[in-house]
């Protein structure tokens, strides 16, 4: 299982994730609301800014404080030095 880092120490199952988007369209915004509705949200940005939502295939939102670049960065570092090993 590969995991990935969301920001402050916070690790989500790179396997999972479906998308890592960025929360500033309407359609993500609702997206959000909805699932701090339903109880789906995890919240991982310790107070600060939304700057990324990831989407997994549990049908839960990972909110993250960090950008999604730097997330997808991380994702695909981790699977190069997955392929070389």
Request: cysteine-free; charged content about 25%; proline content about 4%.
């Amino acid at each position: 299982m590969q995991l990935i880092n969301i920001g402050f120490g916070n690790i989500v199952s790179a396997n999972r994730i479906i998308a890592i988007v960025s929360p500033e369209s309407a359609p993500i915004k609702r997206m959000v609301q909805e699932a701090k509705d339903n109880g789906t949200a995890v919240d991982a940005t310790y107070g600060r800014r939304t700057r990324a939502v990831v989407i997994m295939d549990s049908g839960h939102i990972v909110l993250s404080a960090v950008q999604p670049e730097t997330v997808a960065g991380r994702l695909e570092k981790d699977e190069k030095e997955e392929i070389e090993e």
